[in-house]
């Protein structure tokens, strides 16, 4: 039977491999996902693509251009403990099925409990399949799905997990714009640091009331800017206890990251695993303050991979601690190779060499 899915929006049939990406959950997994999804359409314009999640997380508002199937999956946590066994085999079995529908030829996972069910489907179906960790340290899905498949790749030397390393899948135009242009966006000029203070999405309410106290100790500086990520929800309250001199300001977010990575100086920011790589590719020198709740304390290995950055405990975190680490950074460098500039296209092609 023909599928919508087998067609190009021309109307074309799509005559080339199929792949099945389980990315879901938070943005962390399913970001690089959809930048694999658009390496392989660059390798290979025919593909078709099909995405597997959840409906608890991000995916049903981040998986936008590609087919997106949802299986009947709870988290590997404590609470969920009773139920997980059997929601696993039934999520895996619809996988299996899934993966006989779309008539995939190989399957990758991009970590989070989402993709365990994609990786034990493809065992069941007899299809390859590739798991990507992208922390130091795996997360319990990653250490389940490795062991039904001899393919691991990891963005960064991994404890716990044997692999090949290829870096973090990250999406193109991260380093697309000119200083020049970025800099005259964000107003500053150019004897100003641009410190950019970058919470995640919805913010980190840490990072920001630290932000808070070091614009007030600088208040009086006219060779420094701070700009907050506060996310939609804390922007107009945080301006409301920044002090009115224009050393600071808040937003809800950074349309622009290639503006953002263009303008700054300098970062301050969790360690998730694709903040990291981004700051890695960009040369950007970073405060880095781990989240104290990751699972295993993965954001503190993941952080201390990064050579041009300094590590603040969340436990220390304050204005005065910010103004510290601050100084013991290195000056931004240029641009380089860093392994995940191209880790998108890496990863595409070991999936298609996959395919049988």
């Known amino acids: 039977m023909l599928l919508q899915e087998d067609l190009h929006p021309t109307g074309a049939l799509r005559t080339g491999p199929s792949i099945l990406i ?52 709870v988290p590997m946590i404590k609470s969920e403990t009773l139920r997980f066994p059997a929601a696993l085999l039934r999520a895996s079995l619809q996988c299996r ?92 000029a150019d004897h100003v640091k641009l410190i950019i203070v970058n919470g995640g999405s919805a913010g980190a309410v840490r990072l920001n009331a630290a932000a808070v106290e070091l614009a007030h100790r600088w208040r009086d500086r006219d060779d420094v800017r701070i700009v907050i990520k506060a996310g939609a929800e804390g922007a107009d309250l945080l301006n409301e206890r920044l002090p009115d001199t224009g050393i600071a300001a808040a937003v809800p977010y950074l349309e622009r990251m290639d503006l953002a990575y263009a303008a700054a100086d300098l970062m301050i920011c969790r360690s998730g695993s694709a903040t990291v790589a981004e700051l890695d590719v960009c040369g950007m020198p970073a405060v880095l303050v781990p989240y104290p709740h990751a699972p295993h304390d993965h954001q503190t290995r993941n952080a201390r991979t990064l050579e041009q950055a300094v590590v603040l405990p969340d436990g220390d975190l304050s204005g005065a601690a910010l103004a510290s680490a601050i100084a013991a950074l290195p000056p931004r460098k240029a641009a380089h190779d860093s392994p995940h500039a191209d880790a998108a296209d890496r990863l595409a092609a070991w999936t298609l060499e996959l395919i049988k």
């Open 22 to 73: 389980g990315a879901g959950g938070t943005g962390g997994h399913i970001y690089p996902g959809l930048a694999l999804a658009a390496a392989i359409l660059r390798a290979r314009p025919d593909a078709r693509i099909d995405f597997t999640g959840t409906e608890r997380g991000l995916e049903r508002r981040l998986v936008t251009h590609y087919p997106l199937h949802t299986v009947d999956m």
């Open 97 to 188: 099925d899934l993966i006989r529908e779309t008539r995939a030829q190989v399957v990758v996972g991009m970590g989070g409990y989402s993709s365990a069910p994609l990786i034990a489907g493809a065992r069941l179906a007899g299809v390859p399949a590739l798991v990507h960790e992208s922390n130091a340290v795996p997360g319990r899905a990653n250490r389940f799905s490795a062991a039904l498949t001899p393919h691991v790749a990891l963005a960064m030397p991994s404890a716990g997990l044997r692999g090949r390393v290829v870096g973090m899948p990250l999406m193109p135009g991260l380093l697309g714009a000119s200083r020049a242009e970025a800099r005259q966006s964000y107003g500053v």
